[in-house]
């Protein structure tokens, strides 16, 4: 399976900052900065339409039966 750049060795420490929070705040960027520095892979997962970044559909969910 791709990787991603990641070494899947690492712990992976997911951020899910809060409704109007993004990857872009300061209370994201020095967590990062400071779980990278420890050696964690890090993941942040950004809202809908949040962090600059325009939603392309116009349902939330592809999901199907």
Do not use: M, W
């Amino acid at each position: 399976p791709p990787t991603f750049g990641c070494d899947r060795r690492n712990p992976l420490i997911v951020f899910v900052p809060g409704l109007t929070g993004n990857s872009s705040n300061l209370y994201v960027t020095s967590n990062l900065i400071e779980a990278k520095r420890h050696g964690y892979d890090v993941l942040v997962v950004n809202h809908r339409g949040l962090a600059g970044l325009s939603v392309t559909v116009s349902t939330s969910s592809s999901v199907t039966q």
